[in-house]
């Protein structure tokens, strides 16, 4: 068995509300002890950046360009998660030693796995030089090379967890910026695939309608009526025809069809879209699942829990049911493959990426 490794994760993903910081000691298999976690919150100002960002990143077919102010904005992106590493490393009073190691997600500004290509704004070397620690980053690159989306890469950990469910087969959801589900199988057999948008379009609506960033419990939701009409023509997107697997660009869906809507109208319809996609889902398991556990922002939606809930026949639980944390499960996720990394164990295989075969991946940078 391998020594375990003091491992930090570091995820910002689709999603521009946080840095999210976790602590693990793990072998990347089936030691994996979580020790701490914290969330670091975007200002404003921050997050107007990584919109630029996005709209500057919109035309890029080089996945190592950084064109204009795109350079700029990584280095900001960098120090930033190299703070947030400094102010968790102190809080937490973790030691340097030599096998300590950065998970480095970085900010996905462009994900085309149609076109072989997915951008992630984030300096691993200068992260390494900045915390004196290793980093691994890049971690979807090889996958996409071998022929895989590059997405979802939380899968491995998600098998990781599967113990703590009391029946499988289960469905792990995560519903951040966009969705994505894994199913385990009874044999910890894996598939997994992007569901739909997520909290995107809610949370882009709740704030051009509120001028709050997010529906809180979804109290807009559930004070409007989802119109029919514009519900299905969202659920008739080609993206919900195509076998997985497949992964979705947190820009792949608009709000187009509920312009015109009223606020809260227009809200309990995009909650219903993405409680349907994701109930949907099972559909592609040959094993439907017993049990629902929901990680990300998503699960604090109370209205679109319901509404998930509504819809499947079997328990739709966050992820604090079975004793993980649902807002640290995906930077807890990028720890622990950073050890895979260094073990050269994989990271995808073609039931969650379509990769060709199974693979590992990521950049490791040395400390200075």
Same mark, same amino acid.
């Given at each position: ?58 035309? &890029? ?55 072989? &290509? ?34 979802? @890469? ?115 319809? &995009? ?70 990394? &260094?073990?050269?164990?994989? @990271? ?21």
């Amino acid at each position: 068995m391998a020594n375990p490794v003091n491992a930090i994760g570091l995820m910002s993903g689709t999603s521009m509300d946080a840095i999210d910081v976790a602590w693990m000691v793990t072998d990347g298999e089936r030691q994996a002890e979580v020790h701490g976690f914290e969330s670091f919150p975007y200002s404003p100002a921050q997050r107007e950046m990584l919109t630029e960002a996005m709209k500057l990143a919109a035309g &890029l077919t080089d996945r190592t360009a950084r064109p204009g102010k795109l350079a700029q904005i990584e280095h900001d992106l960098t120090r930033w998660h190299a703070d947030a590493v400094d102010s968790f490393r102190e809080k937490h009073r973790i030691t340097d030693s030599d096998d300590s190691i950065i998970g480095f997600h970085g900010q996905t500004v462009l994900h085309r796995p149609e076109s072989g &290509l997915t951008v992630q704004l984030g300096d691993g070397q200068l992260l390494a030089k900045l915390t004196g620690l290793r980093v691994v980053a890049d971690m979807r690159a090889n996958d996409m090379a071998h022929g895989g989306q590059g997405a979802p @890469l939380a899968p491995a950990y998600h098998a990781a967890l599967a113990h703590k469910v009391p029946e499988q087969p289960v469905a792990f959801v995560n519903i951040g910026g966009v969705g994505n589900v894994t199913f385990v199988d009874e044999n910890g057999g894996l598939l997994a695939f992007d569901t739909g948008p997520g909290n995107a379009l809610m949370d882009d609506w709740c704030f051009g309608h509120t001028g709050k960033p997010v529906d809180i419990d979804g109290a807009l939701a559930r004070s409007g009526k989802a119109d029919d009409h514009a519900l299905a023509r969202m659920r008739a997107h080609a993206f919900f025809h195509e076998p997985p697997p497949k992964s979705l660009d947190r820009g792949s869906f608009t709000l187009d069809d509920v312009q015109g809507l009223k606020g809260a109208d227009g809200s309990a319809t &995009l909650a219903w879209f993405t409680a349907h996609s994701i109930a949907d889902a099972a559909t592609w398991s040959n094993q439907p699942p017993k049990y629902w556990v929901i990680c990300g922002g998503g699960r604090k939606n109370r209205f679109l829990m319901e509404s998930l809930a509504s819809l499947v026949d079997a328990p739709v639980v966050p992820a604090e049911a079975i004793g993980v944390d649902g807002d640290a499960i995906e930077a807890e996720a990028w720890a622990y493959l950073a050890v895979r990394c &260094l073990r050269g164990l994989p @990271l995808t295989w073609p039931t969650t990426t379509g990769v060709r075969e199974p693979v590992s991946g990521g950049v490791v940078f040395e400390a200075a």
